[in-house]
Structure formats: structure tokens, C-alpha cells
């Protein structure tokens, strides 16, 4: 079986860094995606890694350490328009469970 | 592109009715995959298609519920009979999947299913 486990609730202000974290426990490992959600919006991709390492992609990054089964998004430049869930996801090898964590809510202040 | 298209937007009916949930995915894609979203359980994968073909139906909860994807263009999925816990959001997602492709699934915006 797969299982995810993030923060459920990050809150911080505008202008500043936060980081989601995310840990995974699964069979077989493709690769961790990370998901962006409005509320009541859907789904929206941001990032992928298949390799350790950051991507970068504008204000955001993605984290990935295979060995510790730990990925982390890291948002810079906080905006009140990133306030939304963000959730982890793992494929299989063999592409056959896709599996959403928890979701982590973000709050961004004034 | 449209994106994924998604019918009805909203549903509201009545327990023990059928309803039927449709779906549009994105040209050219070739795997296409049901979840349903509440807050108890967050978002679940119900099924997912390659090419047409059901891979992993494990998610469907049970008996009630089926789906199918008749053609590369169109998918179904169908509760009959509906009960008051079915009630939650279902997106419906598709993207080309392949061993070197990047895992990317872009959804639709979801059908807001509410079983009275």
C-alpha cells in the first residue's frame, strides 16, 4: 500500500518563505507531484521530481530525497493568492495506484 | 485546448436515483482517472483508464458504482443506486502517460454531487 502524510494547516504572510513538507511510504516509487487546490477550484499541477534534487519553477521549488522518502514545495515570495491546499502525490513504477496526501492548508496574511 | 470537460456541473437527487457523471478528457491524452473528493476522506482515485482499458478499479467503493470509457474521447461513471454518502465532488482527470513522459494530470472542474 501507499500512504502520504503532510502538515495539515501552514500559515505565514505575505512576502515570506514556506515550506510544506511531505513523506511518503509506498512499494514501488515513480515519482512525487505536487498539487494546487482553490477552494472550491480543482487540482492544478505545479511540480513533478523523479530525481533527488530541487526544480525550480518561478516562486516555487520541489524537493525530492528518495533515500529518506521525503519531498518538501517550498514557496517564495508568499502572495495572498497562494492561499489554497496543496497536496503531495506518488505514482508507482508500474503506474497502477496514484495516491493524493492529506492536503496542507495555506494561509497567507496580510 | 478546452481542457477537461466535465457534465453536469452540479447534481442534486434524490437517494436511490441513478446518477450518470460525464467526461471530456483533453485530445490526445491516453489515460483518464475518476476521483472523488470529500473532506472526510480527501481526494480518492477511483479508476483509472490507459488507452480505454480499466487498469486499477480498486478504488470503486462498491457494486453501486461503475464507469466506463466506450471511446478516447468520452468516459462515464455511473452510481446506481445513489445513497446520501456518495455525496462529495468528483473530478475527472486525464494526461499522456509513458515512461518518459513527465506525470502530469490536469482535471476537470469537477461535478458537485449532493444525494438527498
Known amino acids: 500500500g501507499q500512504s502520504l502524510e503532510q502538515p495539515s494547516e501552514v500559515t505565514a504572510v505575505e512576502g515570506a518563505i514556506v515550506q510544506i513538507n511531505c513523506t511518503y511510504q509506498?512499494?514501488?516509487?515513480?515519482?512525487l507531484s505536487w498539487y494546487q487546490q482553490h477552494d472550491g477550484g480543482a487540482p492544478t499541477f505545479l511540480s513533478y521530481?523523479?530525481?533527488?534534487g530541487l526544480e525550480e519553477t518561478g516562486r516555487f521549488s520541489s524537493f525530492l530525497s528518495r533515500s529518506d522518502s521525503y519531498g518538501y514545495l517550498l514557496l517564495q515570495e508568499l502572495q495572498m493568492k497562494d492561499s489554497a491546499s496543496y497536496f503531495c502525490?506518488?505514482?508507482?513504477?508500474?503506474?497502477?495506484?496514484?495516491?493524493f496526501g492529506p492536503g496542507t492548508r495555506l494561509s497567507v496574511l496580510p | 485546448d478546452a481542457g477537461v470537460i466535465q457534465s453536469p456541473r452540479h447534481e442534486v437527487t434524490e437517494m436511490g436515483q441513478e446518477v450518470t457523471l460525464r467526461c471530456k478528457p483533453i485530445?490526445?491524452?491516453?489515460?483518464l482517472f475518476w476521483y472523488r473528493q470529500t473532506m472526510m476522506r480527501g481526494l480518492e482515485l477511483l479508476i483509472y483508464?490507459?488507452?480505454?482499458?480499466?487498469?486499477?478499479d480498486s478504488g470503486m467503493p462498491e457494486d453501486r458504482f461503475s464507469a466506463k470509457m466506450p471511446n478516447a474521447s468520452f468516459s462515464t461513471l455511473k452510481i446506481q443506486p445513489s445513497e446520501p454518502r456518495d455525496s462529495a465532488v468528483y473530478f475527472c482527470?486525464?494526461?499522456?502517460?509513458?515512461?518518459?513522459?513527465?506525470?502530469?494530470?490536469?482535471f476537470g472542474p469537477g461535478t458537485r454531487l449532493l444525494v438527498l
Open positions: 482527470a486525464s494526461s499522456l502517460m509513458g515512461r518518459e513522459t513527465q506525470e502530469t494530470q490536469y
Open positions: 509506498t512499494s514501488g516509487f515513480y515519482g
Open positions: 521530481n523523479a530525481l533527488d
Open positions: 502525490a506518488v505514482r508507482d513504477r508500474w503506474g497502477q495506484n496514484f495516491v
Open positions: 485530445s490526445g491524452h491516453n489515460s
Open positions: 483508464f490507459n488507452n480505454n482499458v480499466p487498469i486499477d
